[in-house]
């Protein structure tokens, strides 16, 4: 079972306003993902870390997301300024170092976040 | 352009019958491909998974069939119990790295007892 925890599970906020979530990666995993799963079951990767350092990240979280993955600290994704259509559920993953291997993501329980 | 398609969206099966999920793929590049159960309020689980140099992989009840050629898979799930019921998620990898899965929209799976 994943250790994956994310924090809060529901998030309620007003257009405009900032939407913060966390997570904390599965002990020992460097390397961690956030996605964003929509209300069609869509997936859309947002941004990964390898410890502290960002390694993809689309080109929306350039606006108005910003994530980061501080050290002895959890990881966040924020919002700044929240509009309807980033009502979602936030999922926050996590995996050991890929290399040249395939390694598995462990998924936490994520972030409902709605809009109004 | 939605690089992982899955069919059907939603199926029903009674207790007991083998329950077919089908997925296909754009990218010949894949070669990963994971499937995740997903259960109402949690996050996807990976449940069983194939590289492409193979054409099949089984764990219990559940077996990946792969045709790397016609580029599609499927999840077949034998003796379905009530307990399976979930949504199922079938995701794409082109190569080792870090990089983000390509998921597939899903199949909602009801096993009725």
């Known amino acids: 079972n994943s250790k994956v925890i994310q924090t809060p599970r529901y998030l309620v906020k007003g257009q405009g306003q900032k939407a913060k979530m966390r997570c904390i990666p599965e002990?020992?995993?460097?390397?961690v993902f956030w996605y964003q799963q929509n209300k069609n079951n869509e997936f859309k990767f947002l941004i990964n870390f390898q410890n502290q350092e960002v390694l993809q990240q689309i080109d929306m979280t350039e606006k108005r997301f910003s994530a980061e993955c501080p050290s002895n600290s959890p990881c966040s994704l924020e919002i700044q300024s929240s509009e309807a259509g980033d009502s979602a559920l936030y999922l926050c993953?996590?995996?050991?170092?890929?290399?040249?291997?395939?390694?598995?993501?462990?998924f936490g329980p994520g972030t409902r976040l709605t809009v109004l | 352009q939605q690089q992982v398609r899955q069919s059907p969206q939603s199926l029903t099966v009674w207790e007991g019958e083998t329950a077919i999920l089908n997925c296909s793929y754009e990218?010949?590049?894949?070669?990963?491909f994971p499937w995740y159960q997903q259960f109402p309020g949690e996050g996807p689980a990976l449940l069983i998974s194939i590289l492409s140099v193979s054409n099949k992989k089984e764990d219990g009840r559940f077996t990946i069939f792969f045709n790397k050629r016609e580029k599609k898979l499927s999840l077949h799930i034998a003796d379905s119990q009530p307990g399976d019921s979930a949504t199922y998620f079938c995701?794409?990898?082109?190569?080792?790295?870090?990089?983000?899965?390509?998921f597939g929209k899903g199949t909602s799976l009801t096993v009725i007892p």
């Open positions: 990218n010949s590049a894949f070669d990963y």
């Open positions: 995701a794409g990898l082109p190569r080792p790295g870090y990089q983000n899965f390509y």
């Open positions: 002990k020992g995993h460097p390397v």
């Open positions: 993953a996590s995996s050991l170092d890929w290399g040249e291997n395939y390694a598995e993501q462990f």
